[in-house]
């Protein structure tokens, strides 16, 4: 298992290159774990030994919990359990809902936070704590680590019936969680409740055997396993979100519908409203896979709309998982873009057992949170912006070329539209010599550019088809349009056709934008276009035609990638190999656009 996990530097030790699926060797160690807990039992109980074995301990944690005159260990045997009222089968019906209901106060006590667990309260402040004063904080309460939490997890999956798929669940979350050494350590240490199950020469009472065991699936801890996310698809799951807003311009809170939508590697919820007033929720749904994407809007309604969010925190409260999705934006219409919507890209956080701290860069003010209405603008220079360019293409171009097992969409989202990825750096390209500052009225975004190439290109191709009508050869309506056109191009009807189909598929491409994507700011639109036109192969065709107008010549310095020959030579090769990678997006990127190619 270790081995498959390395993928290609396994080969040095001696792997085979074909390997063998992840499903498959999880499968066999839920196998093995079998027939070591079926080796030497005293009596079989049922189909599954390892489970009744955790039955048995969580009855026994259950009884010193509550205090009763539970049986005494020496007498928890193989009869007694069989004959009990709390019996493995009765207690396997009738466990799920309770299980459920005391997860579901634990989720709620959960909801404090560690800083008020840690820091010892103030004279001067109310004990009473509001529910929303926690925002700022960078710390969720952990959840429980414990067997007996994981077991109850497990036995409230409705869709699960034996007590082997149980087993199976358990040991994949458990593994999923790197806790599976740490769990079978706790349960083998009722030496006595081991006695009464276990014959003297089984496997589980020889010491020597039983550390080896531990401490090979200890190692199991060195790489990541998703074994339970990925194989539960239709199990509902609960997860926390928690919105960081900013305390800054007085955006803290906002009188509007908020609601988000999040999207997984394997399913995408609808709207999900966030409840009026609060900062801090928990909502059920099917079973998500590891988060991707995660957008947020509101309604724009009521006085106080505009919003400022630094970032969401989500966690999925049985695996742990953690995410964070920075925003740094504002929400609303008259601030920022205009924008009531944005799209998130999440960043899943590593968690350590002691501290569920959130990886963030300490004192740092988000992008854009500095000036509600104009963009930041940071002069970088050109050789700088060509190094990072093509390091996102080839990021890009690997993870094309990995085998498909490997390849998931949630990546490539990440590479496209995450803080470092293509559409960010593309902006700062686009920046580059853009001449946004305006004497009267808000300074230009990038999209506007975009927009008035739209209105150039459709000028076009209405002179061109003027020029249809009356039976005139296209190449002399070059001599009309931009005088870059007709420069010794010396274009022939093919090269007019295929330049007519890329101005009209631009013009197409940038309606569909406007139209699917209007509560998205001109940023957002911007990402949009990029991302599209990726997909339909479309990105390296338009920037030569778009740099050759009118337009560009008004809005950009002559040092900028689009007037610069060498550099927009440059611009054009470094994206060519994109247009041999199949791409595919998520939903929540494409706005629901469906594909052209």
Request: proline share 4%; charged share 25%; net charge positive.
């Amino acid at each position: 298992m270790l081995l498959e996990k390395m993928g290609t530097e396994a080969v040095a030790l001696g792997l085979k290159g074909d390997g063998i699926e992840e499903n498959t060797l999880i499968a066999s160690l839920c196998d093995l774990l079998e027939k070591i807990w079926s080796h030497g039992l005293q009596t079989k109980q049922g189909k599954s030994a390892l489970w009744c074995h955790l039955q048995a301990y969580l009855e026994l944690q259950d009884a010193r919990a509550n205090n009763c005159n539970a049986p005494t260990i020496t007498n928890v045997t193989p009869k007694a359990l069989a004959g009990n009222k709390i019996s493995s089968g009765s207690y396997a019906s009738t466990t799920p809902a309770l299980a459920w209901n005391v997860m579901r106060k634990r989720m709620d006590y959960l909801s404090t936070f560690q800083t008020d667990i840690d820091s010892p309260p103030s004279p001067n402040r109310s004990r009473s704590r509001d529910r929303n004063k926690f925002v700022g904080l960078e710390q969720l309460c952990p959840l429980p680590e414990s067997l007996e939490f994981d077991v109850k997890n497990v036995l409230a999956m409705a869709d699960i019936k034996t007590h082997i798929g149980y087993t199976r669940a358990w040991v994949r979350l458990s593994l999923e969680k790197k806790l599976l050494s740490r769990h079978f350590r706790t349960l083998l240490s009722e030496e006595s409740l081991l006695r009464s199950l276990y014959k003297r020469n089984a496997f589980l009472r020889c010491e020597e055997e039983k550390e080896q065991f531990l401490y090979h699936l200890l190692t199991l801890n060195t790489v990541d396993y998703f074994s339970f996310t990925n194989t539960y698809p239709t199990t509902k799951l609960p997860y926390r979100v928690v919105i960081f807003p900013s305390r800054k311009y007085g955006s803290y809170h906002t009188s509007s519908n908020v609601w988000i939508i999040v999207s997984g590697t394997m399913n995408e919820t609808q709207r999900v409203p966030v409840p009026k007033g609060s900062l801090e929720f928990i909502f059920h749904y099917k079973n998500l896979g590891l988060l991707t994407t995660m957008r947020i809007g509101h309604d724009n309604s009521g006085p106080s709309h505009k919003w400022l969010v630094e970032h969401v925190v989500m966690r999925n409260e049985v695996t742990g998982h953690t995410y964070k999705f920075p925003c740094g934006r504002w929400l609303g219409k008259g601030v920022d873009d205009d924008s009531t919507e944005r799209l998130l890209v999440g960043q899943r956080a590593s968690l350590n057992s002691k501290s569920a701290e959130i990886p963030t860069v300490a004192n740092q003010t988000p992008p854009r949170t500095r000036s509600p209405s104009v963009q930041r603008q940071d002069t970088v220079p050109t050789s700088e912006l060509q190094h990072q360019l093509g390091n996102c293409v080839n990021v890009i171009v690997k993870w094309h070329y990995k085998p498909s097992r490997d390849r998931d969409v949630g990546t490539l989202t990440n590479l496209l539209c995450g803080d470092d990825g293509l559409v960010k750096c593309l902006e700062r390209v686009f920046l580059c010599g853009f001449r946004s500052t305006r004497f009267f009225g808000k300074n230009l975004y990038i999209w506007d550019y975009f927009t008035k190439i739209k209105e150039q290109f459709e000028q076009y191709l209405q002179h061109e088809q003027q020029q249809q009508q009356t039976h005139q050869q296209l190449d002399d309506s070059a001599s009309s349009m931009d005088s870059s056109f007709s420069d010794g191009s010396g274009a022939n009807s093919l090269q007019r056709r295929e330049l007519s189909a890329i101005w009209r598929y631009y013009v197409h491409l940038m309606d569909e934008i406007s139209a699917a994507g209007s509560q998205l700011g001109k940023d957002g639109k911007f990402q949009l276009l990029i991302c599209l036109s990726l997909r339909e192969h479309l990105l390296t065709r338009m920037i030569k035609p778009m740099a050759m107008t009118k337009v560009t010549y008004e809005m950009y310095e002559e040092e900028s990638f689009l007037r610069r020959k060498n550099l927009l030579t440059f611009l054009i090769q470094i994206l060519e190999p994109l247009d041999d990678c199949h791409i595919v997006l998520e939903n929540s990127i494409t706005q629901g656009i469906p594909s052209q190619c």
